[in-house]
């Protein structure tokens, strides 16, 4: 799978699990943040395609602040024994957690593709 390709299915994921959170909530307003970051990162989905170094580094740091961000709704979780809401967050802990090992081979990939060019 291509770094881009990671991106859109987390932001994907994360929009349809963070809704489905929001609406099995009751509302609360604070399980729309997940959502709401989801489509935050599929706006970077065509410049991270077009292999901009910036926005591939900015795609990083957003999908790991979100993932050490999922850890509290899943302690909420298991503290309130809520089985679905404990697999709607580990769904996105291990999306985002996908979506970082795709990005940080990507890295390593272009590293050594540059540096076996330099010999």
């Given at each position: 799978m291509?770094?881009?390709?990671?991106?859109?299915?987390?932001?994907?994921?994360?929009?349809i699990?963070?809704l489905?959170?929001y609406s099995?909530?009751?509302?609360?307003?604070?399980?729309?943040?997940?959502?709401?970051?989801?489509?935050l990162?599929?706006?970077?989905?065509?410049?991270?395609?077009a292999?901009?170094?910036?926005?591939?580094?900015?795609?990083?740091?957003l999908?790991f602040?979100?993932?050490?961000?999922?850890?509290?709704?899943?302690r909420n979780?298991i503290?309130a024994?809520?089985?679905?809401?404990?697999?709607?967050v580990?769904?996105m802990?291990?999306?985002?957690?996908a979506?970082m090992?795709?990005?940080?081979?990507s890295?390593?990939d272009a590293?050594?593709?540059?540096?076996?060019?330099?010999?």
């Open positions: 291509k770094p881009y390709q990671a991106n859109l299915f987390n932001a994907t994921l994360l929009v699990l963070g489905w959170s099995a909530s009751g509302r609360d307003t604070h399980t729309l943040i997940v959502p709401a970051l989801g489509i990162l599929s706006f970077f989905h065509k410049p991270f395609k292999e901009n170094k910036t926005v591939a580094h900015v795609v990083v740091v999908t602040l979100i993932l050490i961000v999922l850890f509290l709704p899943l979780s503290n024994g809520n089985n679905m809401a404990i697999l709607r580990v769904l802990i291990v999306s985002c957690t979506a090992i795709v990005y940080i081979r890295f390593i590293r050594k593709n540059r540096l076996s060019g330099d010999m």
